[in-house]
Each structure stands twice: as structure tokens, then as C-alpha cells.
């Protein structure tokens, strides 16, 4: 199974930027698509934005001109550029593989203050 690490979230001003990071334990040559997902307590998770292999991306619409996924074969790392930070981007986010079985980073908050 694909593992992953998800990191760069923290607590940031309404109106802030934040970058979160994801790191694949394989080549992220090899995995189809990719994205970020949020999650606060007792609601759903939900679907943030998501990139395939070959740059086609997807945005929900309560974040479309604010954040921007993108994924870095030389890195091998794929992020998520926040900006324009609202307080109801609170939540924990987690980077998602598109593999089966479907791989799940641990989460990183990210928490907006108003």
C-alpha cells in the first residue's frame, strides 16, 4: 500500500496563505490521481481539488480562485497553495491516492482565525 505524508498545516489570519505538502512512499509518476480532502468534526469529508497524472485538476467551488493543487514529478511531492484563507477553511486535510486500496495521509490542521 501506498503510504503518505501530508504536512504544512498551522494556524493562520483570515486572509493568510498556507502550502501543504504530500510525499508518496513511490514514484508519483506512478499514481493516476491525486488530491486533498478536509474533514471537520461531524460533518462529511470532503473534497478539496484533484489533480491527475497529466494535470487535469478539479476545485470545489467554495475554494476555486483562492487555492491551486499541483504535484511535482522532480520532487515527487504534490501541494496544495492556500490564499486568501477564510475561517471556514478550518479543518483537518488530508492528501489522497488514487489506489487500491485508496491511500490516506495522517491529516494536518490547518485552522483559520478571524
Known amino acids: 500500500q501506498v503510504q503518505l505524508v501530508d504536512s504544512g498545516g498551522g494556524l493562520v489570519q483570515a486572509g493568510g496563505s498556507l502550502r501543504l505538502s504530500c510525499a508518496p512512499s513511490?514514484?508519483?509518476?506512478?499514481?493516476?490521481?491525486m488530491g486533498w480532502y478536509r474533514q471537520v468534526p461531524g460533518k462529511q469529508r470532503e473534497l478539496v481539488a484533484s489533480?491527475?497524472?497529466?494535470?487535469?485538476?478539479y476545485y470545489a467551488d467554495s475554494v476555486k480562485g483562492r487555492f491551486t493543487i499541483s504535484r511535482d514529478n522532480a520532487d515527487n511531492m504534490m501541494y496544495l497553495q492556500m490564499n486568501n484563507l477564510e475561517p471556514e477553511d478550518t479543518a483537518v486535510y488530508y492528501c489522497?491516492?488514487?489506489?487500491?486500496?485508496?491511500?490516506w495521509g495522517q491529516g494536518t490542521q490547518v485552522t483559520v482565525s478571524s
Open positions: 489533480i491527475t497524472r497529466h494535470g487535469r485538476t
Open positions: 489522497n491516492a488514487d489506489t487500491y486500496p485508496a491511500s
Open positions: 513511490v514514484s508519483i509518476f506512478n499514481i493516476n490521481g
